[in-house]
């Protein structure tokens, strides 16, 4: 007998009227395939060796740490003067700052 046979007759032979429904709820799991450079993948694979777990889990993490961010950001208004002082003072170099 094969076992592929013994796997459908040991199927057959379950006796099912004490089982019971398992109907706790799950959530979904959604498999996307993304594609990233070498870096970003050298950066993942090293995260996740730092850290004892799957790339699966850094990227996950990764992406609920982008979603919390975005929920708590919020828009503000502001004088376009306020706005090029402030990038201007990103962009120049330290020893010229004058604030």
């Known amino acids: 007998m094969t076992s592929r ?6 199927l057959e032979s379950r006796d099912w009227t004490g089982a019971v ?14 594609r990233v450079d070498q870096e970003l993948s050298e950066w993942i694979a090293a995260e996740s060796d730092r850290r004892g777990v799957s790339p699966s889990l850094v990227i996950r993490d990764a992406l609920v740490e982008a979603k919390t961010a975005e929920a708590g950001d919020e828009t503000v208004t502001l004088k376009l003067s306020d706005l090029h002082r402030a990038v201007n003072r ?3 170099p330290i020893g010229y700052r004058t604030a």
Do not use: G, N
């Not at 046979?5 to 040991?10: G, K």
């Open 5 to 10: 046979e013994e796997a459908l007759r040991a």
């Open 90 to 92: 990103l962009v120049q």
């Open 21 to 34: 429904v398992d109907d706790a709820k799950r959530s979904t799991s959604i498999v996307y395939s993304v």
